[in-house]
């Protein structure tokens, strides 16, 4: 007598149709991935590498020691851009609350560091939808070859590019009040 295997189910394998917001919120955390739902699709990438992290970090240390009271940075979240569709930018500058999904309308800023895998979302996807969804300020990091800090602001929506940065300079914000040292970014600690 041999024994059967064992079917185990899991919440990603399982689903059939459209992830509906519900859904995607009841999913359980995928380690080593980062999975946003984009139009009732689920979007999954990998996890960053040790550069991205760190700029990540040292983005939103900048960022959350300037804020504008009421206003906080942080290294990921929830945004819902639109009914079925949240996405996970890698910094954002958000009204002060504790919520599992933040409104786009409480966001001020995004900033996403373009990695190796994410070269086309970085660059050309999120920031469409981003626009749509009508955050007024985002932020492109491009690591490599050098650092360069890319800010682009709201216009009758579509972003439009308001600086680019390098080594040395420095990417101002005065609506915000925000004043980005680039090199600071790749500062340890």
Same mark, same amino acid.
């Given at each position: 007598m041999s024994a059967e295997p064992v079917q185990q189910s899991h919440p990603l394998l399982d689903h059939r149709g459209p992830w509906s917001e519900e859904d995607y919120l009841a999913l359980p955390e995928v380690e080593g991935a980062r999975i946003e739902l984009v139009d009732?699709? $689920?979007?999954? !990438? *990998?996890? *960053?590498?040790? $550069?991205?992290? @760190? =700029?990540? @970090?040292?983005l939103c !240390?900048? +960022?959350? @020691?300037? &804020? +504008?009271?009421? #206003?906080e940075a942080l290294p990921g979240g929830n945004v819902r851009l639109a009914t079925g569709q949240i996405n996970i930018p890698d910094v954002l500058?958000?009204? /002060? %609350?504790?919520? &599992?999904?933040?409104? &786009? %309308?409480?966001? =001020? $800023?995004? %900033?996403? /560091?373009? !990695?190796? !895998?994410g070269r086309f979302r970085d660059r050309i996807l999120k920031p469409v939808l981003y626009a749509e969804a009508g955050i007024l300020w985002y932020i492109r990091v491009e690591p490599t070859p050098r650092l360069e800090v890319v +800010?682009?602001? +709201?216009?009758?929506?579509? #972003?439009v590019?308001?600086?680019l940065a390098g080594a040395g300079q420095r990417v101002e914000i005065p609506d915000l009040g925000l004043d /980005?040292?680039?090199? &600071? $970014?790749?500062?340890?600690?």
């Amino acid at each position: 007598m041999s024994a059967e295997p064992v079917q185990q189910s899991h919440p990603l394998l399982d689903h059939r149709g459209p992830w509906s917001e519900e859904d995607y919120l009841a999913l359980p955390e995928v380690e080593g991935a980062r999975i946003e739902l984009v139009d009732g699709d $689920l979007v999954m !990438s *990998p996890w *960053p590498d040790n $550069l991205h992290q @760190r =700029l990540v @970090r040292q983005l939103c !240390s900048e +960022l959350d @020691r300037q &804020a +504008l009271d009421g #206003y906080e940075a942080l290294p990921g979240g929830n945004v819902r851009l639109a009914t079925g569709q949240i996405n996970i930018p890698d910094v954002l500058l958000v009204t /002060i %609350a504790d919520r &599992a999904v933040n409104d &786009a %309308a409480d966001v =001020l $800023l995004v %900033a996403e /560091i373009v !990695s190796d !895998s994410g070269r086309f979302r970085d660059r050309i996807l999120k920031p469409v939808l981003y626009a749509e969804a009508g955050i007024l300020w985002y932020i492109r990091v491009e690591p490599t070859p050098r650092l360069e800090v890319v +800010l682009h602001r +709201l216009e009758k929506g579509k #972003y439009v590019e308001q600086k680019l940065a390098g080594a040395g300079q420095r990417v101002e914000i005065p609506d915000l009040g925000l004043d /980005i040292e680039v090199d &600071a $970014l790749l500062r340890r600690g």
